[in-house]
């Protein structure tokens, strides 16, 4: 703390903190509910300052990202708590989402490889789960997760060492091939998979005693467990994002970048092709699988059919909307995700649509299929490059 | 004779046969378009498939089938010229993602007009030919009148491509403006229509695929019906050659022949595995067009 205040804002911090007080009287009710608002403020105060020191960014990137992640999960972490069991679900769903997303802008955006079996590569991890859980039920949640990510990237190794010969529309061909050839392949392993009807996970995830012993004896069962896997999920989004900022901008990533834009360059200062490509391939499908290893974890269940080459188009089309490339891109990709379902059917509700007809049951397809041209046409770095243009427009204008 | 004819090989034989026209088909066209513009077209199912609704809306019940397939092929025609003129036409020069996403946002917003104007109800187009198996002493033969019908029709538009490309003046400025652009244009080719004309072509023979497709009794026209044969159409194409029709043809036909006796002898979960199999292999072994390429790139 003294550190922060000698070389960070000092003002900043204090008013912070009256802020958090005042805010802190106001909202709780119980005295419980001061021990998580107070620790809430806490920890993005002394983030929130420890951001504000100068110089910070450029000196020690790796901490300040650190610092900003921790800022960001302890806001979500804070809302959930106050937010519905069905507000959670779907930001649990988004969160999820999102990864996936960034797995993809990474091979995208990075590498400039396009892959169209994203939706596949969440089904093997979203079946890893479910496989492992219902033979070794024992096994932490963490460690499952973590298998599941090890089963995508070794089928990213298989699909990616011949993908590393490819130029885009092959390459977009074969990993469709792949994504129209999944549920085939899980058909043929039915005593495992469990074929079109799926697995059930034997146990739900349940919060640890303490978390449910701190609410209300009014807060019912289902709200603790939603708010929980919404946590679970929010956290392991976190660390997943924060990886991908270190490694966008390590030497790995920069190699990367260099081989999307010019190839006989990279080459020339010694990045290896083939394996920068096969590592991008293989980065975009373990963050897939996390995804779909999540999704096994909110739903309590997996249906193989829901990986369809559908889901890859959506997955295309929210990170082509998001901005490719980009890390905030894949952030609003996976809010839009989470609530398109609802501004649709708010929509079809204030146009007079038949909610039963055809032309309802399309729209999602049709909005997103239109939002993915007009996006590639006109702006082809998604949101997030939209916006990051006009705010670099504005800093030359003002001069700052 | 008769035994043999109707014995299982045969059988295969002739049933792959008469999906493998199709999977030629579909290959040929994207290697049409592929050719004149460098562009692999994701859309190529669903664009036929919006000008198969469009004939059979317009004069569907009054007129019979043939007037629905010239209707049909038109429309075909149309969907492709305007496809090219309005949307494909931005991208030319552009990052090679940025073709392949836009055309796979055109085959969902495609589709779900498709399935909001005429629902996802499989409409039987009532044709002429017969779909069931003509018999040989007693046993079916696995041809019928409908499927002669239909290799027949691919084996028509494939000559006709081949004799359009290789014995006209029109084909040989369409093969003259894909190889080399700036020459033809001052050599008086107009390059900005024929790539128009590459895309008009693409659809025209996509649709007379669709046709087929969907006249088929058992299968009808659904927003979606050439999904699944595009998979198989693009592995047709990758693995033939994306730029060579002739290999497009070849790979189409012998992949239907190995993936109808896969289906027969180990089960329909395998086919599209192996069909992805071979897609991976022939890639691994002969990635074509990638060394040619990359030493006419400009650095």
């Known amino acids: 703390m003294a550190w922060l205040v000698a070389r960070g804002r000092p003002t900043t911090t204090a008013g912070l903190l009256v802020v958090a007080v005042v805010i802190t009287s106001l909202v709780t009710s119980s005295p419980r509910d001061d021990v998580a608002v107070s620790l809430a403020f806490a920890v993005a105060i002394v983030g929130v300052s420890t951001l504000t020191v100068r110089g910070l960014r450029d000196a020690h990137p790796v901490f300040a990202r650190a610092a900003l992640t921790v800022v960001v999960l302890d806001a979500a972490l804070f809302a959930t708590y106050f937010f519905s069991s069905i507000t959670n679900f779907n930001l649990a769903i988004g969160a999820a989402m999102s990864i996936t997303l960034l797995g993809l802008s990474f091979l995208t955006g990075a590498s400039g490889q396009i892959s169209l079996g994203n939706s596949a590569f969440m089904g093997v991890g979203a079946l890893s789960v479910a496989i492992w859980a219902n033979h070794h039920s024992s096994t932490p949640m963490a460690v499952t997760l973590l298998i599941a990510v090890a089963c995508g990237t070794l089928v990213g190794l298989l699909l990616g060492l011949p993908a590393t010969r490819l130029r885009g529309p092959y390459l977009a061909g074969m990993t469709l091939a792949f994504a129209v050839a999944f549920t085939a392949i899980v058909n043929s392993f039915t005593s495992w998979t469990g074929g079109d009807a799926g697995l059930q996970l034997p146990t739900a995830v349940t919060p640890p005693h303490w978390l449910s012993s701190f609410f209300n004896a009014q807060t019912s069962l289902l709200t603790v467990n939603t708010m929980w896997l919404a946590d679970i999920t929010i956290v392991v989004t976190g660390v997943a994002f924060f990886f991908m900022a270190n490694l966008f901008a390590s030497r790995t990533g920069r190699a990367m970048r260099l081989v999307r834009d010019n190839e006989v360059a990279a080459e020339l200062v010694g990045v290896s092709l083939p394996r920068a490509r096969v590592i991008a391939f293989m980065v975009s499908s373990a963050y897939a699988a996390l995804g779909g290893g999540l999704w096994t974890l909110i739903n309590n269940s997996v249906q193989p059919p829901t990986f369809s080459l559908a889901l890859s188009i959506t997955i295309l089309s929210l990170v082509v909307i998001g901005g490719i490339g980009t890390i905030s891109g894949a952030l609003i990709g996976g809010v839009i995700y989470a609530y398109s379902n609802n501004v649709i059917s708010w929509f079809t509700q204030h146009t007079g649509i038949n909610q039963q007809g055809n032309l309802a049951s399309q729209l999602p397809g049709i909005i997103f299929g239109g939002l993915l041209i007009l996006t590639m046409l006109f702006a082809p770095m998604g949101i997030a490059g939209a916006v990051r243009r006009l705010w670099a427009r504005r800093r030359v204008q003002t001069g700052a | 004779m008769d035994a043999f004819l109707t014995s299982r090989i045969i059988s295969d034989i002739l049933g792959g046969l008469t999906n493998g026209v199709i999977y030629g088909l579909v290959a040929l066209s994207l290697v049409l378009v592929w050719r004149s513009t460098g562009i692999l077209n994701f859309a190529q199912g669903a664009m036929p498939m919006i000008a198969t609704y469009l004939g059979m809306v317009v004069f569907a019940h009054r007129l019979g089938y043939w007037p629905l397939v010239v209707i049909s092929i038109v429309a075909g025609f149309g969907v492709g010229g305007v496809t090219e003129r309005v949307l494909v036409r931005h991208l030319y020069g552009k990052p090679e993602i940025n073709p392949i996403v836009v055309m796979v946002g055109f085959l969902i917003v495609l589709e779900g007009v498709a399935a909001a104007i005429w629902s996802t109800t499989p409409r039987g187009i009532p044709n002429p030919f017969s779909p069931i198996d003509w018999q040989l002493g007693g046993k079916p033969l696995a041809l019928s009148p409908f499927s002669v019908y239909e290799i027949v029709t691919a084996l028509v538009v494939m000559t006709g491509v081949a004799v359009l490309f290789r014995f006209t003046r029109l084909g040989l400025q369409l ?125």
Do not use: Y
Not at chain 2, 190 to 218: H, K, P
Not at chain 2, 222 to 235: L, R
Not at chain 2, 281 to 287: E, N
């Open chain 2, 175 to 299: 093969r003259a403006s894909a190889l080399a652009p700036e020459v033809s244009r001052l050599l008086g080719v107009r390059v900005s229509r024929m790539l128009t004309l590459g895309w008009v072509l693409s659809t025209g023979v996509g649709t007379i695929c669709t046709v087929l497709v969907a006249s088929n009794f058992f299968t009808g026209l659904t927003p979606q019906v050439m999904d699944g044969i595009f998979a198989f159409g693009f592995i047709a194409a990758a693995v033939g050659g994306l730029d060579s029709p002739v290999g497009a043809i070849v790979a189409g036909v012998s992949i239907g022949i190995v993936l109808q006796f896969v289906g027969d002898f180990v089960n329909s979960n395998a086919i599209i595995i192996t069909a992805l199999i071979i897609l991976i292999v022939s890639l691994m072994v002969r990635p074509n067009g990638l060394f040619t390429k990359s030493t006419a790139r400009r650095v």
